[in-house]
């Protein structure tokens, strides 16, 4: 699939990752997926730094983030994000346990392009990966630059 | 006889008028010019009259029987009138003698004209009559010759009872003896004087009272001699007047002395001219360690406060001036007194009150005051960090809970479908109970999160208008009404003030729960109702469903407390208490009437005009 993006998953917890994993690859959607375990992490790669220095050129088609991170959390990361001209295009969601109004006020007043509550229950949790894996990296067609960018 | 000569001379030119008179006929016989001059005939008219005709015409009998018995060779008398050729009448006194002359038995007389003093002496007579005061005239001997009319009515006594008698009649005994020295001192040195001045003189009534006198004294030198003239005053009114003074000053002094505020006066030159106990206590010294001293003397130093400089205003400004001073004693202790200063001609009069007691509660009280604020902070920095914590936590709760649980459901499923196809049905059903549980328990962690947030937020009290919100709860619950036949009675619903989304979720408890319990029901009749009462309204959401045994009511508005089971009625528990939680918000109260299978009613009170009446 030419049009599968790379797709940004910031988690901490093993066992959602596996899930989450699970979830996209019922879409074949697991193979672009960038995995890391923090928010530091995260800034990591969307700056190229430490591990991810010499990583691969571009922008991921769509960020997932957990808010409950170590180091740095799912908002600091999206803070981070949106208030950088180059980074702010990319596609954000929030993807977290958390029903807390607070939340939900924070990551939007951030800017955070989805905010989705991790269902408990796994068909409706699939069904929401799934449908957030389609909609930001099939069906949603990225801006411009993002695309430019991938393909260096 | 008159000769012609130094006789005759003596007679013609004295200036006393005279006469000869002849005693048959009473016919003048030689009268002089000052005779002439005095009754206003001339000689020769004077030759054609009688001793008769210059008398008013009542006294002439008088005359003759005085004449007819005159024997005297010589005679004085007075009380005589005579009158003259215009008609007036003058008083006088004469002196006649037996005189042969030209051989006619007469009689020489010389008139002493005495209108004058007659007319002085009852002038004077009036005057003593007409004082306000009692006046009493004594001769040397002590004997009374006089009295006025006041006299009598002050003594009770008739003049008639007085004249003659000893001063001493008026005098109370204890008086008597020294009365005598007195009087003879008075002899020795007659000069006017008062003798109330030294001490206290009482006269005596008839009645045998006595009365407070004042008298002064007068010498009064006569024909017989000095005679007293006393003046007496009835002082009974000024007495009582000055025992009553003297009675208000000691009341006065006995007030100021015991009042609860310090009272003094200061003088001009800054002396202690009255202090009374009070003022005496708050400066610490005795009173005459204090009275006639110098501030300064008393106080070294006072001179350079403010308190003294401002008595220094006072006292030349003559303006009043209230102040706060906190006065220093010789040994460093300090107190507080409110002072006023009032001008008064002798310098400044200074009442003093003690308020170190109320400064120091006013200090206290600010204290207080700032460490109450301080401890509002503090509390209210606590009651901030545990709401924080409480947060953290139903944040822990929300999101560390859920995961556990979603990756129990998560990997079950995934088990499940992996080997879904060697699993027996027993096994299949083991899976499935895992499955409801965690999803029983998600429930249960929701509404625990939305229980207690219903408790931390904040209220957002508006006008609420309960008909659109029973609307609302309604359409929320549409997915619940699905087939299902209900009878729907819902009253016209007032205006109320409130949180609209906490109400909401009120009526949508209340609602849902009727709907759940009405279930097994054919047709269902649910009424929403309200009736106003004095300063509430009590509303009511009222079902014909399963109801529930009166003796467990208190149970139902608990936390988790469940009258039915699960397969029975699904549910977590908490939809009550939530109403519970949301009703006591706003003031107002929860309860339920229900009877098993006869249908349950819940009610809830919100006042008329919002929670601040």
């Known amino acids: ?152 | 006889m008159i000769e012609n000569g130094q006789y005759r001379i003596l007679f013609e030119s004295n200036p006393y008028p005279m006469w000869i008179y002849d005693l048959e006929s009473l016919k003048f016989l030689e009268v002089n010019d000052a005779a002439v001059e005095k009754y206003g005939y001339s000689k020769n008219e004077f030759y054609e009259l009688t001793l008769k005709d210059i008398r008013p015409e009542k006294d002439v009998k008088l005359l003759l029987d005085n004449v007819k018995n005159e024997t005297s060779k010589y005679q004085w008398s007075s009380g005589w009138r005579h009158k003259k050729k215009d008609g007036s009448v003058i008083d006088v006194e004469i002196i006649s003698h037996n005189i042969l002359h030209n051989g006619i038995k007469g009689r020489i007389v010389t008139v002493n004209d005495v209108t004058e003093k007659k007319r002085t002496e009852e002038n004077f007579k009036l005057v003593i009559e007409s004082s306000p005061n009692a006046i009493v005239l004594t001769n040397q001997q002590g004997i009374i010759t006089l009295v006025n009319r006041k006299t009598e009515t002050l003594f009770g006594y008739s003049r008639n009872e007085l004249i003659g008698q000893k001063l001493n009649i008026l005098l109370p005994e204890r008086f008597k003896n020294t009365h005598i020295k007195h009087e003879n001192n008075f002899f020795k040195d007659p000069k006017p004087r008062k003798i109330s001045e030294r001490k206290e003189l009482y006269g005596l009534h008839k009645n045998g009272s006595e009365i407070p006198v004042e008298i002064g004294l007068n010498p009064i030198k006569n024909e017989e001699g000095i005679s007293v003239l006393a003046s007496i005053i009835d002082i009974t009114e000024r007495k009582l007047a000055q025992e009553e003074l003297i009675k208000a000053e000691k009341r006065y002094r006995t007030t100021l002395d015991h009042m609860m505020e310090g009272f003094q006066i200061i003088s001009n030159d800054c002396r202690y001219l009255y202090i009374n106990n009070t003022a005496a206590e708050q400066g610490r010294k005795a009173k005459e360690d204090l009275i006639s001293h110098r501030m300064i003397d008393v106080y070294p130093g006072i001179e350079k406060t403010e308190m003294f400089s401002e008595l220094c205003k006072c006292m030349k400004n003559k303006i009043p001036f209230t102040m706060e001073n906190e006065f220093i004693y010789p040994n460093g202790e300090k107190n507080w007194f409110l002072l006023n200063m009032e001008p008064v001609p002798e310098g400044v009069l200074i009442l003093s009150k003690d308020i170190t007691h109320e400064k120091k509660s006013e200090e206290e009280l600010k204290l207080y005051r700032e460490h109450l604020e301080e401890l509002v902070k503090h509390r209210t920095a606590q009651l901030d960090d545990a709401n924080k914590e409480l947060e953290s936590f139903s944040y822990s709760v929300s999101h560390d809970l859920r995961a556990p649980l979603r990756h129990i459901t998560g990997f079950v499923q995934l088990l499940q479908q992996n080997i879904s196809s060697s699993l027996d049905d027993k096994n299949k059903k083991y899976f499935s109970y895992i499955t409801e549980s965690t999803k029983k328990m998600g429930l249960l962690i929701d509404d625990l999160l939305s229980f207690s947030r219903m408790a931390r937020t904040e209220m957002n009290e508006n006008k609420v208008n309960l008909n659109n919100i029973i609307h609302e709860a309604i359409h929320d619950l549409n997915d619940e009404l699905q087939e299902r036949k209900i009878v729907w009675k819902i009253d016209e619903m007032p205006v109320v003030y409130g949180d609209a989304s906490m109400l909401k979720q009120a009526y949508v408890n209340l609602i849902s729960n009727a709907v759940k319990y009405t279930k097994k029901k054919d047709e269902a009749i649910i009424e929403i109702s309200v009736k106003p009462d004095k300063h509430e309204y009590i509303f009511s959401v009222k079902d014909n469903g399963a109801g529930f045994d009166m003796k467990y009511a208190d149970k139902l508005f608990g936390v988790f407390q469940r009258l039915h089971s699960e397969s029975e009625f699904e549910g977590t528990g908490i939809g009550l208490a939530n109403v519970k939680r949301i009703i006591n918000r706003h003031d107002g109260k929860v309860w339920a009437e229900g009877e098993v299978n006869k249908g349950a009613a819940f009610y809830f009170t919100l006042k008329k005009n919002g929670k601040q009446s």
Not at chain 1, 2 to 19: G, P, S, Y
Not at chain 1, 81 to 109: A, C, F, H, M, Q
Not at chain 1, 110 to 128: H, Q, S, W
Request: aromatic share 8%; hydrophobic share 45%; glycine share 4%.
């Open chain 1, 1 to 152: 699939m030419n049009e599968l993006k790379r797709i940004l998953l910031a988690e901490d917890d093993e066992r959602d990752i596996e899930l989450t994993m699970a979830a996209l690859e019922e879409f074949n959607l697991a193979n672009e997926v960038v995995v890391v375990k923090d928010g530091e992490e995260a800034l990591d790669y969307l700056y190229y730094r430490g591990e991810f220095a010499n990583r691969l050129q571009g922008n991921p088609a769509v960020i997932l983030l957990d808010i409950k991170m170590p180091k740095v959390t799912g908002l600091e990361v999206l803070k981070q994000i949106k208030s950088d001209d180059n980074l702010k295009i990319i596609p954000t969601v929030i993807l977290t346990s958390s029903r807390e109004e607070k939340d939900l006020v924070e990551g939007y007043s951030l800017g955070v392009n989805a905010y989705v509550v991790k269902p408990v229950d796994f068909e409706e949790f699939i069904r929401a990966v799934k449908e957030l894996g389609l909609f930001w990296a099939v069906i949603n067609e990225p801006p411009l630059i993002s695309i430019k960018k991938n393909k260096l």
